[in-house]
């Protein structure tokens, strides 16, 4: 390997400096680059198909992979098999940041099959390789033969104290009050993924900003890169429309104008535009039976007509498809506690979108084991997000959930868990599932609605409720237009999706997903931050006339739980030798007992009086024994001179044959058996801790 084949370049990035590389790994890909973070480093690669799918294109037909190979942090995978399986949660979110930021810069009509795959080969443990991954991928692309309208620059940016840190590492992303991932080419913002403490917008903005000027950067090195090395893009052809096809289709452009003016709802329509479609696609299969992409042509010019009518009606008159102002939010119920075995629901609809959202509330055996690159964790907070075909009208098998419904509920999840109790004042794992029943638009952020609502339903003690809303844009670069609550209409011929979602003091959650390759100014975003929050505080308002507030007691149906300490050094003789002590009281108490390493008891059960019981005990073990006092104690065991009780979890005290009655008595058996509980006084107590105990001195204070 010749050293002159290896092309290097660095930039500094905030307080970093992150090298570019390629000519080295992965020669036969269309374009490979590692890129590297002190000792992190992910290698993206790209691949194109020899030649273009024969279908016309409806979709940039692109996948991105993201990969943590275990051995980067110097660790073996678990499990049986012992080698990576399916991507993990974590994989799949990194892998959709790359995909969001670098598939609007793909050339229209671009139908040749492409992959783009990042590895992490190798990971310090201090900062996420993710954000790294979505650079590589670009440059990756920027110097490969496939066509791509880059670069794509990004970074993380986290707020800590005052400070705006580029990359913070992962313990600073633990204390820090805000962090995005953003995203975006040299003219303007295309992504954004992130959450805060309730963050005012101005906060949100100039987080922004600072970031943007870390993107040219890394923007200017690929460019740097590709002039260096890139190969000639490949030519993307437009596919061939027939001008009677093209003049006869644009002609119902005053039918569709006149029809959206009505405002019809949503299965009208899409009943509407289909049966115009079929009968201008039966028409010239007849005209050109042997044109085998006639259907395609029919919809591609179809799609543009609607696509500039509905844009126009809003830009023109500032009234939407469905007759809505652009600042309007749809009509909204709730119902809560709608199902009456879960421990906390609601029913929440916004227009013609629908979530049942619920809340079960769990020991700490049911959270979440987390086995990532960086270590292994628990999570106590799970949100599931469930999008069935039906809500939508439509058949498909279900197989798991998708990456986007994975997306959906991470970014619902975000804009949630900073919300949530402390463990020490709320010790239940706690999983939201919001099931989407109907989808016109804003399905996440319903989720978010009903999420807080059913949590609030559940008895779940939270910092605020929390409400989400969808946010559009549609400009012609002269003129725009902010939307709020955008519908699936919108959503599909807009060009942004700013999802916000947050409490009345501030944001908790934000994506954003920019459809133009020139980004959106940063005027713009500001007043849709704005308009945003002006949209939330309404639906708060209705959400707090449905369900004011957390419901004093969580359901009867769900377990009661009780959260203790124990010194660290009682944690031995609690669970006993091989678990003797921990599994009796278990058997006599039936609640569920946990013990962590750090001495925190979790008493879990449905009885609440074994509950009560298994709180004595363990309570026990944090206090010791002291002279004069009386304690309730069992006897545990029986001698010819006494009887030794247990008067606290581990710690027996003699109780003299002498101290058992006011009477003399023959055998402790006349009064007492193992078992018995008993109540005596501690009336001394020697230099090794050793205790003795008096019944008879509490029988004759009562005479």
Do not use: W
Not at 48 to 60: C, G, I, L, N
Not at 111 to 128: C, I, K, R
Not at 651 to 664: F, T
Request: contains cysteine; negative net charge.
């Amino acid at each position: 390997m010749n050293k002159n084949d290896i092309i290097h370049f660095e930039e500094k990035v905030g307080r970093d400096l992150i090298s570019l590389e390629t000519g080295l790994l992965a020669k036969q890909a269309s374009g490979a680059v590692v890129i590297r973070l002190g000792d992190t480093m992910v290698l993206s690669t790209c691949v194109q198909a020899k030649k273009p799918r024969t279908d016309p294109p409806e979709f940039v037909p692109l996948t991105v992979e993201y990969k943590e190979r275990t051995y980067a942090a110097g660790k073996i995978p678990g499990g049986f098999f012992k080698r990576e399986g399916k991507p993990r949660e974590k994989e799949i979110l990194s892998g959709r940041l790359s995909d969001r930021s670098i598939r609007p810069l793909f050339p229209e009509y671009f139908n040749t099959e492409t992959q783009v795959t990042s590895m992490v080969l190798s990971s310090d443990g201090s900062a996420d390789p993710d954000v790294l991954a979505i650079n590589s991928a670009s440059a990756a692309l920027m110097i490969s033969d496939i066509p791509f309208n880059g670069p794509v620059g990004a970074v993380r940016i986290a707020k800590l104290n005052e400070d705006y840190i580029i990359n913070p590492t992962f313990e600073e992303r633990k204390n820090a009050d805000m962090e995005l991932v953003i995203s975006g080419t040299k003219e303007g913002i295309l992504m954004v993924e992130g959450g805060g403490k309730e963050i005012p917008n101005e906060e949100l903005i100039k987080a922004m900003e600072t970031a943007k000027k870390e993107i040219d950067a890394l923007c200017n090195v690929q460019i740097k890169l590709a002039k260096t090395c890139g190969k000639t893009k490949t030519e993307v052809i437009r596919p061939v429309i027939r001008e009677e096809i093209s003049e006869e289709v644009k002609k119902i452009e005053k039918e569709v104008e006149e029809y959206l003016n009505t405002f019809p709802e949503k299965k009208a329509m899409e009943a509407k535009f289909a049966s115009i479609q079929e009968s201008l696609i039966s028409k010239f299969k007849e005209l050109f039976p042997e044109d085998e992409t006639v259907s395609y042509q029919v919809k591609t010019v179809m799609e543009e007509v609607i696509y500039k009518v509905s844009r126009e009606l809003v830009l023109s008159k500032r009234v939407r498809a469905d007759g809505r102002k652009t600042d309007e939010i749809r009509p909204i119920s709730i119902i809560p506690g709608y199902l009456p075995r879960t421990h906390g629901s609601a029913l929440f609809t916004r227009g013609q979108t629908q979530t049942i959202a619920t809340t079960t509330l769990g020991t700490q055996e049911d959270q979440q084991i987390l086995d990532d690159l960086e270590g292994k964790a628990t999570d106590r907070f799970m949100l599931h997000y469930n999008f069935p075909g039906f809500s939508t009208g439509e058949t498909k098998p279900d197989r798991g959930p998708s990456r986007r419904e994975i997306g959906h509920g991470n970014l619902a999840k975000r804009a949630l868990s900073y919300l949530l109790p402390t463990e020490e004042e709320f010790p239940y794992t706690i999983r939201i599932v919001s099931d989407i029943l109907e989808s016109n638009g804003s399905s996440s952020m319903a989720t978010v609605c009903g999420g807080s609502l059913s949590m609030f339903d559940a008895g779940v003690p939270m910092k605020a409720p929390c409400a989400g809303i969808a946010m559009g844009l549609i400009t012609d670069k002269d003129r725009y237009a902010v939307l709020s609550d955008i519908a699936g209409l919108e959503d599909h011929f807009g060009d942004m999706d700013f999802k916000l979602a947050g409490t009345d003091k501030g944001i908790t959650a934000f994506q954003m997903d920019v459809k133009l390759s020139s980004g959106i100014p940063f005027n713009i975003l500001k007043e849709a931050i704005e308009q945003a929050a002006r949209g939330r505080n309404h639906i708060l308002s209705l959400m707090n006339k449905a369900l004011p507030q957390p419901r004093k007691e969580v359901s009867q149906f769900a377990p009661k739980m009780i959260k203790l300490a124990i010194p660290k050094d009682k944690i031995g003789a609690f669970i006993g030798p091989g678990g003797k002590n921990i599994k009796a009281l278990i058997e006599r108490t039936k609640a569920n007992i946990e013990v962590n390493d750090d001495g925190m008891v979790f008493i879990s059960g449905q009885d609440s009086e074994g509950i009560k019981e298994a709180q004595r005990v363990v309570e026990g073990y944090s206090k010791d024994v002291e002279v004069g006092q009386v304690y309730k104690g069992r006897v545990v065991e029986i001698k010819d001179f006494g009887a030794f009780v247990e008067v606290l979890p581990g710690k027996e005290g003699l109780l003299h044959i002498s101290e058992v009655d006011v009477h003399r008595i023959r055998k402790v058996e006349d009064v007492l058996n193992i078992g018995d509980e008993v109540e005596v006084k501690v009336v001394d107590m020697d230099n090794t801790g050793k205790f003795k105990l008096s019944r008879k001195v509490l029988l004759q204070n009562k005479k």
